[in-house]
């Protein structure tokens, strides 16, 4: 997993998910960019770790305030080799 991937890619679908909902939020753009990365990229092992995020404080679906905690999950996550 590369965190710095998944922040450009999340930024590129924020980008386009606004055009037609200006309700979408920077931290769901994240979320999903980052699960619809694991779950079609990621190990199972990956899959069960990013799960463990969900609910976590650093779970930035519901709270853009998260989404530097987020990162640095991620970047946890990427370090750990989970792929």
């Known amino acids: 997993m590369n ?3 998944i922040f450009e890619k999340a930024n590129e679908d ?4 606004r055009q037609n909902n200006p309700f979408y ?3 769901q753009a994240c979320w999903n960019t980052a699960e619809d990365f ?3 990229k990621g190990s199972q092992k990956l899959k069960n770790a990013f799960e463990g995020l ?8 519901y709270n853009d305030d998260a ?3 987020f990162y640095e999950a991620l970047k946890i996550l990427e ?3 989970n792929e």
């Open 38 to 40: 694991v779950k079609t």
């Open 54 to 61: 969900r609910g976590s404080d650093a779970d930035c679906f």
């Open 3 to 5: 965190a710095d991937y």
């Open 14 to 17: 924020f980008v386009k998910e």
């Open 79 to 81: 370090g750990e080799k």
């Open 67 to 69: 989404t530097q905690r």
């Open 25 to 27: 939020r920077w931290g």
